[in-house]
């Protein structure tokens, strides 16, 4: 009897340790389950668009342009003005508190270096960096004198932009990215940069951060400089 009672206690000793592990068991893929969960909102949160109402485009530029900086959840805001033809007229037109203004300029080496070099470049700087284009020039090995303004109808057909409407937006008209573009690091350092939306009659404000998303995006390689 003895023997049975003994039985009995270690029989009940293993059914209540195989319970405790059941138990145990039970915890540990709740805890999984509970991270995998916190795992997604995680995810969710990085792949969020943009917050609150998204912008309307009024042009038939912004309608291309709209859609791909949303799309990359860059938030924006536009301001329309009268056509700036200048980067005096941005200023005029543009409260500065909106952001640093942009002035940009498309140029072209005379002899590039080689096959593999278009020569091309957009520099992007603030409104009011001075551009030596002598040093550029030099920083940039070619001879003096051989990295001037490009034309009209080579910028439409690279960047698909006319004459005072270019920005960094110009870009994504680049898809083989043969246009190099140079950053003024005074952009980068900014608060917030207002830029063309492919048309000089609005400007559009978006983040320093956002600006520099765009540009790893749509210019990968860029430089970015002090003037």
């Known amino acids: 009897r003895v023997a049975k009672l003994g039985e009995g206690a270690m029989q009940k000793n293993l059914n209540y340790k195989k319970e405790a592990s059941q138990r145990q ?4 893929k709740k805890a999984a389950a509970a991270e995998k969960k916190e795992e997604k909102v995680e995810v969710v949160e990085v792949v969020k668009k943009v917050e609150g109402p998204i912008e309307e485009p009024k042009t038939e530029e ?3 342009l709209f859609p791909i900086l949303d799309a990359m959840g860059i938030e924006h805001h536009t301001v329309y003005h009268e056509a700036a ?10 409260p500065k508190e909106l952001g640093l203004p942009t002035k ?6 005379k002899k590039p270096h080689d096959a593999n070099d278009t020569g091309l470049y957009m520099v992007c700087a603030a409104f009011d960096t001075k551009v030596d284009m002598k040093q ?10 051989s990295l001037r303004f490009a034309d009209e109808e080579l910028l439409k057909s690279m960047l698909g932009v006319a004459q005072g409407h270019l920005s960094l937006f110009a870009k994504i008209n680049d898809a083989a990215n043969k246009v190099k573009v140079i950053i003024d690091k005074r952009l980068m350092d900014a608060e917030k940069v207002l830029l063309h939306p492919l048309v000089n009659t609005a400007s559009t404000q978006i983040s320093c951060a956002d600006f520099k998303r765009f540009a790893d995006k749509y210019a990968a390689g860029y430089e970015v400089r002090e003037f």
């Open 25 to 28: 068991l039970e915890k540990m």
């Open 62 to 64: 912004e309608k291309k």
């Open 136 to 145: 550029l020039t030099s920083d940039l090995k070619y001879k003096s004198g």
């Open 85 to 94: 033809k200048t980067v005096e007229d941005v200023i005029a037109f543009v």
């Open 104 to 109: 940009n300029l498309f140029l072209k080496a």
